[in-house]
């Protein structure tokens, strides 16, 4: 059984930093992407970051381009993504999320989900 738990959101103010854990158990076939999503209240979920995990390719969303990092340490299964120079607008549930069928973009093509974690960037 695939299991995702987020850790690591928090309330910062405006150009913090925050970096955001997903353990990952279970995950093991069909390991094709990894990554991150986000919710704001009243907004669809957004995909934020992506790792294609056999080529280690890293995708990011243009809102989050430069300023977020996306890792995964794969001795330990755990994905990463560190946030720096956070904005207001960045503020949102973020989910970590695996096994993927079709485009990446869409949270709908992604089988297996975390909780998630709050992120909060006051002004």
């Known amino acids: 059984q695939v299991q995702l738990v987020e850790s690591g959101g928090g309330t910062v103010q405006t150009g913090g930093s925050l970096r955001l854990s997903c353990a990952v158990s279970?995950?093991?076939?069909?390991?094709?992407?990894m990554g991150w999503f986000r919710q704001a209240p009243g907004k669809e979920r957004e995909g934020v970051a992506f790792?294609?995990?056999?080529?280690?390719?890293?995708t990011y969303s243009e809102s989050v381009k430069g300023r977020f990092t996306l890792s995964l340490d794969n001795a330990n299964d755990t994905l990463y993504l560190h946030m720096n120079n956070l904005r207001p607008e960045d503020t949102a549930m973020y989910y970590c999320?695996?096994?993927?069928?079709?485009?990446?973009?869409?949270?709908?093509?992604?089988?297996?989900w975390g909780q998630g974690t709050q992120v909060t960037v006051s002004s």
């Open positions: 999320a695996a096994d993927v069928r079709g485009n990446i973009w869409d949270a709908r093509n992604f089988n297996y």
């Open positions: 279970g995950y093991t076939y069909r390991r094709n992407f």
């Open positions: 790792i294609r995990i056999s080529r280690g390719d890293i």
